[in-house]
Structure formats: C-alpha cells, structure tokens
C-alpha cells in the first residue's frame, strides 16, 4: 500500500511538473509569436510605405530638373503631404493589426478608396499601355475599416501593373452586391501565375517576381504584399481568392460583408 501511495505522489509530482513546463512554454510561445508579429509587420511597413513614396519622389524629382515650373512644384508638394498623412494611418492601423487590437470598422465605398489611390500613385497607367476599367456602383458600400482595405487594393492593383509592364493590357476593376456580401474583382491581362505557384502566393516571403530592370532601376517582389493581404482580409471575417491562367490573364477576387445599417 506505501508502495502504490508514493508512486501515485511520484506520479502527480511529476504531472504538476510536466504542468508548470507546459504553461512555460505556451508563455513563450506567445512572446514569440509577438515578435514574430513585430518582425512581420515591420517588412510590412517597409512595403507599404515604399509604395507611397514612389509617387511624390518621382515629382519632386520633375520639379528639381524643372525649377521655373511653379506647378510642378506645387503639385509635389501636394502629393507629398497627402502621401505622409497616409503613410502615418497605415503606420498606426497595421501596429494595430500586428497587437491583434481592433479598429473601427466602417461602412465605405471602394470607388472612393480606388481613385485615392490612383490619385496618389501619380501615373497614368495610360503611359504604360495599360487601360483601366473601373465598373463599381458609387453607392455600393462595404464593412471594412478604410486604410487597411485601401492597402488590399493598393497591393492588387500595383501586381496587376507589374504583370502588365512588359506588353500592356487591361486592368479591370468591378463589384458584385451579393444577398450577404460583397465581391471585387480586380482582373488583369498579364503574364499570370503558373499553376504550381498559386497554393503557396498567399504565403509569407513567397514570390513570383525575379529581380528585373526597369527604366534602369532593379525591381523584385518582396512576398509581402499577398501575405497582409490576406492578414487583412482574414481580420476582416472576408477572403481573397485567386484564378490565373499563365500568359492571359490573372483575377483576385476579394469577399467582404456588406455595408452595416445604422453606421454611417
């Protein structure tokens, strides 16, 4: 009988043990998984802010080699204060994404959000033989919280452009107001994914762009724009999906709930 009852203490030492181990690790776990986060969200950040700088840093350049030109300048420095305001939203909502915390969701129209961002790209895509074909409602409405989404559609829509550099094409953007939800569809006709890469494309540092020159500068994907897209779109309950068909054409399709009544 001694016997057994100091085995049964030997064995609830040790389970009490195994216990205290196994809420250690999960403690660590989680202080990793922080980091990972602040890692994450830093390329992110890296990524995102790029994008923005682009556009004003190409006119500010015009208005150096143009120095008599006042409405260039002008416009330079329109785009840059309007760019840095961006730049410090984005900063504070994906801080936000990165500590899980929520933001304020609310109900917004996509055609707004779309040519925000072609205003701040500064590029008529024109010029880079590319059309552009926007077929969204302008009362359609969509739950979603403005700069995170912003940025889903930013990242697509310089993908689509990278695509199409090389030849052209057409950059379609259009919405389907669905009984529960809301479907865009941002469709290109560029060189397009092959098949083998399309299981891994939402995947952190996975990418399809190999180093290339472009007007003298060396362009690479970095794998970080799918990948916060879809962080973006999985916080907001939505999904993004894509099709391609290598050498014709590539379509994501991003899935949101519908505008909330009551929040405007």
């Not at 350049?61 to 030109?69: E, G, K, R, Y």
């Not at 941002?186 to 890469?197: H, L, R």
Request: charged share 20%; proline share 3%; glycine share 4%.
């Amino acid at each position: 009988m001694t016997s057994i009852i100091e085995k049964r203490r030997s064995l609830h030492k040790n389970l009490a043990t195994q216990k205290l181990r196994n809420n250690t690790l999960k403690l660590q776990i989680s202080q990793l998984q922080a980091l990972a986060n602040i890692g994450a969200t830093t390329c992110m950040v890296a990524h995102e802010i790029n994008n923005l700088l682009t556009a004003p840093a190409t006119y500010a350049a015009l208005a150096i080699s143009n120095p008599q030109d006042k409405p260039i300048a002008e416009k330079a420095m329109q785009k840059t204060v309007k760019n840095c305001q961006r730049a410090a939203k984005i900063l504070e909502s994906m801080l936000s994404l990165a500590n899980s915390q929520e933001n304020d969701k609310q109900n917004i129209r996509p055609v707004i959000l779309i040519e925000e961002i072609f205003n701040a790209l500064g590029r008529d895509f024109a010029k880079d033989n590319i059309s552009v074909e926007i077929q969204i409602p302008d009362d359609l409405e969509v739950w979603a919280i403005p700069i995170q989404f912003q940025q889903v559609l930013m990242n697509l829509i310089l993908n689509a452009r990278d695509a199409m550099l090389s030849r052209g094409g057409t950059l379609k953007i259009s919405a389907e107001d669905k009984s529960d939800s809301v479907c865009l569809q941002i469709c290109d006709t560029g060189s397009g994914i092959k098949p083998a890469d399309l299981e891994n494309i939402f995947d952190l540092f996975f990418t399809t762009k190999k180093a290339a020159k472009k007007s003298g500068e060396t362009s690479s994907g970095s794998g970080l724009g799918l990948a916060f897209c879809k962080k973006i779109m999985d916080e907001h309950h939505g999904q993004i999906n894509v099709q391609s068909e290598l050498g014709k054409s590539t379509v994501f399709k991003l899935t949101l709930p519908k505008a909330q009544s009551g929040n405007n």
